[in-house]
């Protein structure tokens, strides 16, 4: 277990990490989720007292890192793939960091073939592709076959066979009863990795709460609906207290309607009593994207190849969540017209 408490950090003027409170639990994959510049690999270092934070602190299983006798038997992370002498071997890079710690050298052996390198671990680990690195680099965090584990972006970079298997690799780790923490700003794949999330934006906590309630409470909030007489339907909703949007026809589907805060219930009732023939209802289940560019908002360097799901500007200052409640960082993230809706430019 993790658990970080008031962790702040500041570098000069920038408060890197901003009194960050938030557990990560054993036998779990986390997902440490935030854009760029957020503050994931400074609390990574702190955990690992590779940085000192300038106020509160964390604990790895109750002790500070500093305490730890033999760290690398309870932690082991990978923090940069490419910090390998390009001139070695894998086998002599493991061989060194066993030695230098301590630990048996035929535990080189069992993390070699844990990852898949026996084969090419006497290659010199300067050719490696990305992927191997990778794997190198996982290998070195498992020697001391330590509990907790942490990961700063394993996934960046790498083709989709290569992220399939570190998705893979995590859960073994977290169904071995391991602390697996790992961060990414990649929100589409800590949805299918992480089982828990904490999110930060600025070196702030977001929200600590479960990937499948993190996703709950950004859905849901806006309903689609369709019929044949629009214009009546539209007057039918606004009179009816709800606001409106028009969907232009796309190619998904004819011009429709999108009513924000309600319900499908709240829609098919109005529509119901004025004796209008609907043709869809639909509730809108927010994306985890879209969740995530409404709570860390202005602070996004984020991209993806998706113009809809560009930042949005204007959302700028996300709240603290309550962790336990994302509802609450959400709920006061709401503004008017859905994130999908408002096209950013493409980059
Ligand atoms: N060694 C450092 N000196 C000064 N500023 C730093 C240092 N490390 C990180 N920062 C700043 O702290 C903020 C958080 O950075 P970082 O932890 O790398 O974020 P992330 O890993 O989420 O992308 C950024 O504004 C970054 O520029
Ligand atoms: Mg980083």
């Known amino acids: 277990m993790i658990e970080a408490n008031g962790l702040t950090k500041r570098y000069g003027r920038t408060l890197a990490v901003n009194d960050l409170t938030f557990t990560v639990q054993a036998g779990r994959v986390t997902g440490f989720l935030g854009p760029n510049g957020a503050g994931k690999s400074t609390t990574m270092r702190m955990i690992l007292g590779l940085d000192r934070p300038t106020a509160g602190g964390v604990r790895i299983d109750g002790k500070r890192y500093t305490d730890l006798k033999e760290p690398l038997r309870h932690v082991g992370a990978l923090l940069d793939a490419k910090w390998v002498h390009p001139n070695r071997s894998a086998r002599a890079h493991l061989r060194w960091l066993a030695v230098s710690n301590k630990l048996p050298e035929k535990r080189v052996?069992?993390?070699?073939?844990?990852?898949?390198?026996?084969?090419?671990?006497?290659?010199?680990?300067?050719g490696y592709s990305l992927g191997m690195s990778q794997r190198l680099g996982i290998a070195g965090a498992l020697l001391g076959d330590p509990g907790v584990l942490l990961f700063d972006e394993p996934v960046n970079g790498l083709d989709p066979e290569g992220i399939l298997w570190i998705?893979?690799?995590?859960?073994?780790?977290?169904?071995e009863g391991r602390t697996v923490f790992v961060s990414s700003h990649l929100l589409s794949e800590m949805a299918l990795t992480a089982q828990d999330l904490v999110v930060i934006g600025r070196g702030r906590l977001i929200a600590q709460t479960s990937t499948s309630a993190f996703i709950d409470a950004a859905s849901g909030s806006s309903v689609r609906v369709r019929g044949p007489e629009l214009d009546r339907l539209r007057e039918v909703i606004t009179s009816g207290g709800l606001k409106a949007d028009d969907a232009p026809a796309t190619t998904e589907g004819p011009a429709a309607l999108v009513v924000h805060?309600?319900?499908?219930?709240?829609?098919?009732?109005?529509a119901g009593r004025a004796g209008l023939v609907l043709h869809e209802l639909a509730a809108q289940r927010g994306s985890l994207e879209q969740a995530f560019i409404q709570m860390t908002g202005g602070d996004v360097e984020y991209r993806t190849g998706d113009p809809a799901l560009a930042p949005v500007a204007g959302v700028a200052g996300a709240p603290v969540g309550v962790p336990g409640q994302p509802g609450e960082a959400l709920a006061s993230q709401r503004t008017g017209a859905p994130v999908a809706a408002r096209k950013a430019d493409a980059r």
């Open 109 to 126: 052996d069992e993390v070699l073939a844990l990852v898949g390198l026996t084969d090419v671990a006497g290659r010199r680990a300067g």
């Open 167 to 175: 998705r893979q690799f995590m859960h073994r780790l977290a169904d």
């Open 261 to 270: 805060d309600a319900t499908t219930d709240d829609v098919g009732e109005l």
